[in-house]
């Protein structure tokens, strides 16, 4: 089983940044995908954003671009999601999740992903 871990969140003023981390432990895989979803009260959850175990290939929502960044995973099995000039529409519960889908796609759907972590609330004001 994989155990998935967030942390980082908080509340902060627009514009202001803010950096989540996940780390995963349990059993090991050779090669999966890392993503971040958020959800918002009464929303779908949300793709934010997805990384390759190696860090070759990131994909982003584009909601996200220019302003997330997403790295981390192979070294220490921890992905970071760096988010700056944070708006009020960026608040939400943000999941960290882990796939094996591995394709020349990254997945960028809920059911892709087989493992959750917790969530963290960002909640930013004006």
């Known amino acids: 089983q994989i155990q998935l871990v967030e942390s980082g969140g908080g509340s902060v003023q627009a514009g202001a940044s803010l950096r989540l981390s996940c780390a995963a432990s349990g059993r090991t895989f050779s090669d999966y995908i890392m993503g971040w979803f958020r959800q918002s009260p009464g929303q779908d959850r949300q793709f934010v954003a997805a990384?390759?175990?190696?860090?070759?290939?990131?994909f982003y929502a584009d909601s996200a671009k220019g302003r997330f960044t997403i790295s981390g995973v192979s070294a220490k099995n921890t992905v970071y999601l760096q988010m700056s000039g944070l708006k009020p529409e960026d608040t939400a519960v943000y999941y960290c999740?882990?796939?094996?889908?591995?394709?020349?796609?990254?997945?960028?759907?809920?059911?892709?992903?087989?493992?959750w972590g917790q969530g963290t609330q960002v909640t930013v004001s004006s």
């Open positions: 999740a882990l796939s094996q889908q591995i394709s020349s796609m990254l997945p960028i759907i809920p059911t892709q992903y087989a493992y």
């Open positions: 990384i390759t175990y190696r860090g070759e290939r990131r």
